[in-house]
């Protein structure tokens, strides 16, 4: 069993939809919760990170984490066809020597 | 251009051959990551070095792969006797010790063994 869940989709949205993208581990000793987004033949970049449980909003961004379901998740609002790309979602522990990541969701926003 | 680099960006090279890779970090990030990423797949961790010292390695990394990061500046990541499961895009990702969760990749080197 992967560390590090995620659903591949693809994930096909209208354009100003609400998307949800979810991740689910089970090692209990992350605490750094991440999402990245990448573009297809480019490196990933960092898009938000949470500390332990809790939301974070950025923008048109929320991460969500519930570490007593050991799930995270991230909102956005008003998609845009920019937004199209592949999500990850990231974990770790607090010494940062590893980073676990999800196989990543393929979002498509139409316009 | 201040973000991290690899070169080359792309390698083709035929079983059996060793190829080496190189990554400049940002320039104060004293954490310097690789990872393999194959289609469909997020990256996996292959190694982590703190300035000049390599800290951890992925149970992935078979004696045929190597890293170094002299001085504690760019890395260099070595295949030796390079297989057809070797082809991959190979990421590196560097980070600063204050802001430890805030990685930069680069665009990666993509792999391909003929």
């Known amino acids: 069993q992967k560390e590090v869940e995620q659903d591949p989709g693809p994930l096909s949205v209208p354009e100003g939809a609400i998307v949800s993208l979810n991740c689910t581990y089970s090692?209990?000793?992350?605490?750094?919760f991440m999402w990245y987004r990448q573009y297809s033949r480019k490196g990933p970049e960092l898009l938000m990170y949470?500390?332990?449980?809790g939301n974070k909003e950025d923008g048109r961004f929320t991460a969500q984490v519930d570490k007593s379901s050991k799930y995270i998740s991230l909102f956005i609002r008003d998609s845009q066809p920019s937004d199209s790309a592949t999500y990850l979602c990231?974990?770790?522990?607090?010494?940062?020597?590893?980073?676990?990541f999800g196989s990543g969701t393929k979002l498509n926003v139409k316009p | 251009d201040t973000g991290v680099s690899q070169n080359p960006r792309h390698k083709i090279t035929k079983r059996g051959q060793n190829v080496t890779f190189r990554c400049d970090p940002i320039?104060?990030?004293?954490?310097l990551y690789w990872y393999r990423q194959t289609l469909g797949q997020g990256p996996e961790f292959l190694t982590y070095?703190?300035?000049?010292?390599?800290?951890?390695k992925s149970r992935l990394l078979s004696d045929r792969f190597s890293a170094e990061r002299p001085k504690g500046s760019f890395s260099t990541l070595e295949i030796q006797r390079t297989e057809q499961g070797d082809s991959a895009m190979y990421l590196c990702?560097?980070?600063?010790?204050?802001?430890?969760?805030?990685?930069?990749f680069g665009p990666g080197t993509r792999l391909t063994v003929t």
């Open positions: 090692n209990s000793a992350f605490q750094y």
């Open positions: 990702a560097s980070s600063f010790s204050g802001v430890l969760y805030e990685q930069y």
């Open positions: 070095f703190q300035n000049e010292a390599q800290l951890e």
């Open positions: 320039s104060e990030h004293n954490r």
């Open positions: 949470t500390y332990s449980s």
């Open positions: 990231a974990m770790s522990a607090h010494n940062f020597n590893k980073f676990y």
